[in-house]
């Protein structure tokens, strides 16, 4: 009986030798991972650089209240060729005219946006923030039936 017990507890050694060892080979792995491949943080570069990309990121806002007119201008820009990043609501739904939010500080880009869907330059505002990832918001206001009617 004592030598069964004995068995008993080394068997028991041993499973817990062999789990520390899968936990301890784990661990290598990943520091061998975060070593070889470390994390990349984002951030928007302050000078034009030949390493950012020409695709021009948008975000997309419903500013007068009708159901599905942002997926529609989302449709419309993607297939022109802009990243459209994210879309959704504005803060309130009684904007007369659809307007521009330049966020990067690029004029060039805002226009670039205005222009593919027909909105007047006078409509582009600028609004800059370091916390802010796309290149600029647009807000489609009450004359979408217009622009819409003017791309097609």
Request: charge should be neutral; glycine fraction near 8%; proline fraction near 2%.
């Given at each position: 009986?004592?030598?069964?017990?004995?068995?008993?507890?080394?068997?028991?050694?041993?499973?817990?030798?062999?789990?520390?060892?899968?936990?301890?080979?784990?661990?290598?792995?990943?520091?061998?991972?975060?070593?070889a491949?470390?994390?990349?943080?984002?951030?928007?570069?302050?000078?034009?650089?030949?390493l950012?990309?020409?695709?021009?990121q948008?975000?997309?806002?419903?500013?007068?209240?009708?159901?599905?007119?942002?997926?529609q201008?989302?449709?419309?820009?993607?297939?022109?060729?802009?990243?459209?990043?994210?879309?959704?609501?504005?803060?309130t739904?009684?904007?007369?005219?659809?307007?521009?939010?330049?966020?990067?500080?690029?004029?060039?880009n805002?226009?670039?946006?205005?222009?593919?869907?027909?909105?007047?330059?006078?409509?582009?505002?600028?609004?800059?923030?370091?916390?802010f990832?796309?290149?600029?918001?647009?807000?489609?206001?009450?004359?979408?039936?217009?622009?819409?009617?003017?791309?097609?």
């Open positions: 009986m004592h030598m069964r017990s004995l068995s008993k507890s080394a068997f028991m050694l041993n499973m817990g030798i062999g789990a520390s060892s899968v936990v301890l080979a784990v661990l290598l792995i990943a520091l061998v991972a975060r070593t491949y470390p994390r990349v943080f984002t951030e928007r570069t302050e000078l034009q650089s030949h950012l990309s020409n695709v021009i948008v975000e997309v806002l419903n500013g007068c209240g009708v159901q599905g007119v942002a997926a201008f989302t449709n419309q820009l993607r297939g022109l060729g802009f990243d459209v990043v994210q879309s959704g609501n504005f803060e739904f009684d904007l007369p005219e659809s307007i521009i939010i330049d966020r990067a500080g690029n004029a060039a805002a226009r670039r946006v205005a222009l593919a869907l027909g909105i007047d330059k006078k409509n582009i505002i600028t609004e800059t923030s370091p916390y990832y796309l290149d600029a918001t647009v807000v489609v206001g009450a004359d979408y039936e217009q622009l819409l009617r003017s791309r097609q």
